[in-house]
Protein backbone atom coordinates (compact mmCIF):
# COMPACT_ATOMS: atom_id res chain seq x y z
CA UNK A 1 0.00 0.00 0.00
CA UNK A 2 0.93 3.56 -0.15
CA UNK A 3 3.52 4.95 2.31
CA UNK A 4 3.84 8.01 4.25
CA UNK A 5 7.08 9.56 5.19
CA UNK A 6 7.11 12.78 7.42
CA UNK A 7 10.20 14.36 8.42
CA UNK A 8 11.64 15.92 11.45
CA UNK A 9 10.08 13.34 13.68
CA UNK A 10 10.60 15.87 16.34
CA UNK A 11 11.02 19.65 16.37
CA UNK A 12 11.74 22.17 19.82
CA UNK A 13 11.40 25.73 18.82
CA UNK A 14 11.38 28.78 20.43
CA UNK A 15 8.25 31.18 20.48
CA UNK A 16 8.28 33.13 17.17
CA UNK A 17 10.20 31.06 14.87
CA UNK A 18 9.37 29.80 11.57
CA UNK A 19 9.32 25.87 10.26
CA UNK A 20 9.17 23.38 7.50
CA UNK A 21 7.31 20.33 7.99
CA UNK A 22 7.25 17.68 5.54
CA UNK A 23 5.54 14.93 3.71
CA UNK A 24 6.51 12.38 1.50
CA UNK A 25 4.25 10.30 0.02
CA UNK A 26 5.04 6.80 -2.41
CA UNK A 27 2.48 6.87 -4.70
CA UNK A 28 0.08 9.15 -6.53
CA UNK A 29 -2.43 10.52 -4.55
CA UNK A 30 -5.60 12.94 -4.91
CA UNK A 31 -6.41 13.25 -1.70
CA UNK A 32 -4.07 14.63 0.99
CA UNK A 33 -4.93 16.63 4.34
CA UNK A 34 -2.88 18.00 6.71
CA UNK A 35 -4.15 17.60 10.57
CA UNK A 36 -3.16 19.04 14.28
CA UNK A 37 -3.20 16.80 17.34
CA UNK A 38 -3.46 18.98 20.12
CA UNK A 39 -1.87 17.80 23.79
CA UNK A 40 -5.27 16.35 24.61
CA UNK A 41 -5.58 14.15 21.29
CA UNK A 42 -8.20 16.29 19.21
CA UNK A 43 -7.83 16.48 15.65
CA UNK A 44 -8.14 19.33 13.65
CA UNK A 45 -8.39 18.99 9.59
CA UNK A 46 -6.09 22.00 8.59
CA UNK A 47 -5.90 21.79 4.84
CA UNK A 48 -7.13 19.79 2.12
CA UNK A 49 -4.51 19.90 -0.08
CA UNK A 50 -3.96 17.39 -3.16
CA UNK A 51 -2.08 20.25 -5.26
CA UNK A 52 -0.83 23.84 -5.36
CA UNK A 53 -0.62 26.02 -2.20
CA UNK A 54 -2.59 27.56 0.77
CA UNK A 55 -3.06 29.58 3.01
CA UNK A 56 -4.76 29.87 6.54
CA UNK A 57 -3.05 32.68 8.84
CA UNK A 58 0.26 31.81 10.08
CA UNK A 59 -0.25 28.24 8.10
CA UNK A 60 0.21 27.66 4.81
CA UNK A 61 0.99 24.79 2.59
CA UNK A 62 2.32 23.26 -0.65
CA UNK A 63 1.84 19.95 -2.04
CA UNK A 64 3.83 19.33 -5.20
CA UNK A 65 1.94 16.31 -6.30
CA UNK A 66 4.45 15.24 -9.56
CA UNK A 67 6.97 14.74 -6.94
CA UNK A 68 5.21 13.08 -4.28
CA UNK A 69 5.37 15.65 -1.24
CA UNK A 70 3.79 18.15 0.64
CA UNK A 71 5.34 20.89 3.06
CA UNK A 72 3.45 22.74 5.82
CA UNK A 73 4.54 25.87 6.55
CA UNK A 74 4.64 27.55 10.31
CA UNK A 75 5.19 31.01 10.76
CA UNK A 76 5.79 33.19 14.00
CA UNK A 77 4.69 29.88 16.37
CA UNK A 78 2.80 30.06 19.25
CA UNK A 79 3.09 27.94 22.04
CA UNK A 80 -0.45 26.87 21.02
CA UNK A 81 0.87 25.29 18.13
CA UNK A 82 2.62 22.99 20.24
CA UNK A 83 0.90 19.04 19.53
CA UNK A 84 1.41 16.28 16.42
CA UNK A 85 1.14 16.99 13.09
CA UNK A 86 0.07 14.46 10.48
CA UNK A 87 -0.04 14.20 6.94
CA UNK A 88 -2.46 11.98 5.48
CA UNK A 89 -3.19 10.98 2.09
CA UNK A 90 -5.49 8.64 -0.12
CA UNK A 91 -5.65 7.36 -4.34
CA UNK A 92 -8.83 8.52 -4.25
CA UNK A 93 -11.30 10.20 -2.79
CA UNK A 94 -13.66 6.83 -2.03
CA UNK A 95 -10.63 5.28 -0.39
CA UNK A 96 -9.79 6.02 3.54
CA UNK A 97 -6.73 8.22 4.49
CA UNK A 98 -3.40 6.70 5.10
CA UNK A 99 -1.59 8.41 7.82
CA UNK A 100 2.25 9.33 8.22
CA UNK A 101 3.71 8.85 12.08
CA UNK A 102 3.56 12.69 12.20
CA UNK A 103 5.61 15.39 13.65
CA UNK A 104 5.59 16.12 17.26
CA UNK A 105 6.22 19.50 17.32
CA UNK A 106 7.21 21.68 20.99
CA UNK A 107 7.26 25.37 21.01
CA UNK A 108 8.67 27.14 23.92
CA UNK A 109 8.30 30.66 25.20
CA UNK B 1 -23.71 22.93 16.24
CA UNK B 2 -22.61 20.46 13.75
CA UNK B 3 -20.02 17.93 15.11
CA UNK B 4 -19.05 14.12 15.70
CA UNK B 5 -19.34 12.88 19.34
CA UNK B 6 -17.71 9.82 20.69
CA UNK B 7 -18.46 8.01 24.21
CA UNK B 8 -16.97 7.33 26.25
CA UNK B 9 -13.89 9.05 26.66
CA UNK B 10 -12.68 6.78 29.05
CA UNK B 11 -12.85 2.97 29.48
CA UNK B 12 -11.45 0.40 31.56
CA UNK B 13 -12.14 -3.66 29.86
CA UNK B 14 -11.40 -6.81 31.67
CA UNK B 15 -9.20 -9.43 29.53
CA UNK B 16 -12.55 -11.62 27.89
CA UNK B 17 -14.85 -8.74 27.77
CA UNK B 18 -16.44 -7.41 24.88
CA UNK B 19 -16.78 -3.25 24.84
CA UNK B 20 -18.43 -0.66 22.43
CA UNK B 21 -17.47 2.22 21.54
CA UNK B 22 -19.84 4.94 19.94
CA UNK B 23 -20.04 7.64 17.23
CA UNK B 24 -22.56 9.79 16.16
CA UNK B 25 -22.39 12.39 13.83
CA UNK B 26 -24.97 15.28 12.52
CA UNK B 27 -23.08 16.52 9.89
CA UNK B 28 -24.89 14.22 7.22
CA UNK B 29 -22.04 12.83 6.04
CA UNK B 30 -21.71 9.67 3.98
CA UNK B 31 -18.64 7.88 5.10
CA UNK B 32 -17.39 7.46 8.60
CA UNK B 33 -14.08 5.84 10.00
CA UNK B 34 -12.11 4.09 12.99
CA UNK B 35 -9.06 4.71 13.98
CA UNK B 36 -6.79 3.09 15.90
CA UNK B 37 -3.69 4.96 17.57
CA UNK B 38 -0.92 3.71 19.94
CA UNK B 39 1.52 6.32 21.74
CA UNK B 40 4.43 7.92 19.51
CA UNK B 41 2.43 6.37 16.12
CA UNK B 42 0.12 7.30 13.59
CA UNK B 43 -3.41 6.39 12.69
CA UNK B 44 -4.25 3.28 11.45
CA UNK B 45 -7.71 2.26 10.04
CA UNK B 46 -10.07 -0.43 11.62
CA UNK B 47 -13.14 -0.36 9.24
CA UNK B 48 -14.74 2.02 7.14
CA UNK B 49 -18.44 2.85 5.76
CA UNK B 50 -19.22 4.67 2.69
CA UNK B 51 -22.84 4.45 3.20
CA UNK B 52 -25.65 2.44 5.43
CA UNK B 53 -25.49 -1.19 5.82
CA UNK B 54 -22.20 -1.39 4.23
CA UNK B 55 -18.60 -1.58 5.51
CA UNK B 56 -15.24 -2.46 4.56
CA UNK B 57 -12.33 -3.62 6.70
CA UNK B 58 -9.42 -1.46 7.20
CA UNK B 59 -5.83 -2.90 7.95
CA UNK B 60 -6.02 -3.95 11.38
CA UNK B 61 -9.75 -5.32 11.49
CA UNK B 62 -9.44 -8.55 13.48
CA UNK B 63 -10.60 -8.26 16.77
CA UNK B 64 -12.83 -5.44 15.90
CA UNK B 65 -16.61 -5.47 14.57
CA UNK B 66 -18.85 -2.74 13.78
CA UNK B 67 -22.25 -1.83 12.32
CA UNK B 68 -23.80 0.92 10.15
CA UNK B 69 -27.83 0.63 10.37
CA UNK B 70 -28.26 4.34 10.58
CA UNK B 71 -26.22 7.39 8.55
CA UNK B 72 -25.90 9.49 11.82
CA UNK B 73 -24.36 6.28 13.71
CA UNK B 74 -21.03 4.03 13.29
CA UNK B 75 -20.39 2.26 16.63
CA UNK B 76 -17.18 -0.13 17.11
CA UNK B 77 -16.87 -3.22 19.21
CA UNK B 78 -13.75 -4.37 20.30
CA UNK B 79 -14.06 -8.24 21.55
CA UNK B 80 -12.17 -10.41 23.20
CA UNK B 81 -10.33 -11.74 20.17
CA UNK B 82 -8.40 -8.46 20.10
CA UNK B 83 -5.08 -9.46 21.82
CA UNK B 84 -3.95 -6.03 22.26
CA UNK B 85 -6.81 -3.54 22.74
CA UNK B 86 -5.28 -1.05 24.80
CA UNK B 87 -5.45 2.26 22.90
CA UNK B 88 -6.66 5.69 21.72
CA UNK B 89 -9.77 5.14 19.32
CA UNK B 90 -10.76 8.07 17.09
CA UNK B 91 -13.80 7.76 14.66
CA UNK B 92 -14.11 10.38 11.39
CA UNK B 93 -16.44 11.18 9.25
CA UNK B 94 -16.53 12.88 5.48
CA UNK B 95 -18.47 13.52 2.55
CA UNK B 96 -18.76 10.65 0.15
CA UNK B 97 -15.27 12.71 -1.80
CA UNK B 98 -13.15 12.55 1.18
CA UNK B 99 -12.06 16.16 1.46
CA UNK B 100 -12.12 17.52 4.48
CA UNK B 101 -12.01 14.39 7.88
CA UNK B 102 -13.74 15.30 10.98
CA UNK B 103 -12.90 13.89 13.85
CA UNK B 104 -14.18 12.69 17.34
CA UNK B 105 -12.33 13.48 20.81
CA UNK B 106 -11.36 10.00 20.56
CA UNK B 107 -12.14 7.24 23.53
CA UNK B 108 -9.27 5.86 25.27
CA UNK B 109 -9.75 2.38 26.02
CA UNK B 110 -7.69 0.32 28.97
CA UNK B 111 -7.43 -3.39 29.50
CA UNK B 112 -7.40 -4.08 33.69
Known amino acids: GIQVEQSPPDLILQEGANSTLRCNFS?????LQWFHQNPWGQLINLFY???GTKQNGRLSATTVATERYSLLYISSSQTTDSGVYFCAVAFSGNTPLVFGKGTRLSVIA | DGGITQSPKYLFRKEGQNVTLSCEQN?????MYWYRQDPGQGLRLIYYSQIVNDFQKGDIAEGYSVSREKKESFPLTVTSAQKNPTAFYLCASSIARGNGYTFGSGTRLTVV
Open chain 2, 27 to 31: LNHDA
Open chain 1, 27 to 31: DSVNN
Open chain 1, 49 to 51: IPS
